[in-house]
């Protein structure tokens, strides 16, 4: 063999390891989910994420990935996802589901709060794993198994978090970076030494 044909054999045969190992070695497929409306009441709007004009929703809206959903005053919307999840969209709230799909076994939900209030919850007999997530616009919440979570956010309150455990933790990030209850210790020690 000459030194021509050992370096064309070189060559080719980086280029086939190469090709060979960028390839994964089992692709992945993912599907969009759904949710729909399963309870309203009082004025509940939809956004799709192909239109630009809201329209009202009912008890057979479907809400899909990118779309938004607000509600007006004395008004709420149930949420049930096609995960077993479900949401309670409070009234003066909008949302947008930035994510929701599957990958193998795993549930992607992505929930942006803008402003109001929503009750979340997953449903832990389920055969897959869940990675919900719901962002505000000072924080990101994420929910595991049987947790019941409210959120708030927004101008008009507090951004607050409570879970099923009863505790309420208000944040107050921007003037501080403390929550509430650490101001109200530091406040009372403060109190104590004087």
Sequence with gaps: MNL????????ILSFFLAFFHALPAEAQTTYKLYAFVSDMSGDVEILKSDTQEWVPANTESIISEGDQVRTGPFSNASLAFADSSFAIVDSFSHLTVNKFSVTDNVVDTNIFL????????????VSFVNRYIIGTPTSSISLKGREIKKIVAGAMYKDTVRADNRKEINIDVQATGTTTSEKESDENILAATN
């Design 114 to 125: 803008d402003v109001g209030s929503v009750v979340s919850t997953l449903n832990d007999n």
């Design 4 to 11: 021509i044909t050992v370096i064309k054999n070189f060559i």
